[in-house]
């Protein structure tokens, strides 16, 4: 997942990831759908040992609980707000939600709501 380098071999000016060339020999052809993972999300650790085939869920599922996807690292929402369990929605589909911020948006929408009525009133 994410950035970082990537091992690109080229033989006569066609480009390989190293990496999809270990899974390729070791592992067989790669299954329609599925993506050359590596198990410590260290784009440059090619060691047989440390691939397999997933899917993209997979793959991020896996890079949360290695601590390297962007969105599981973050500590506070982007207004501030510390991501704590008392203050912290785990949505359907995983991802969390700040429960400050939905609060204050929720506010805002009765304020708005108020507001309308009192103005076609």
Known sequence: MGGG????LSIKQQH???HALVAEVFLGPR???MFVCHKDDVR???????????THSENTVDSV????HN???KT??????EFTPENTYILKTGSRSCKAC??????QTKRRIRERRLASA
């Open 5 to 8: 380098p990537v091992l690109m």
């Open 16 to 18: 390989y990831r190293v």
């Open 31 to 33: 299954p329609e759908g």
């Open 44 to 54: 440059t650790n090619n060691r047989l040992s440390n691939l397999y085939y997933g």
């Open 65 to 68: 609980r290695n601590g390297t």
């Open 71 to 73: 969105n599981a690292r």
């Open 76 to 81: 506070h929402c982007k207004r501030g707000h």
């Open 102 to 107: 939905a609060q204050e948006r929720n506010r």
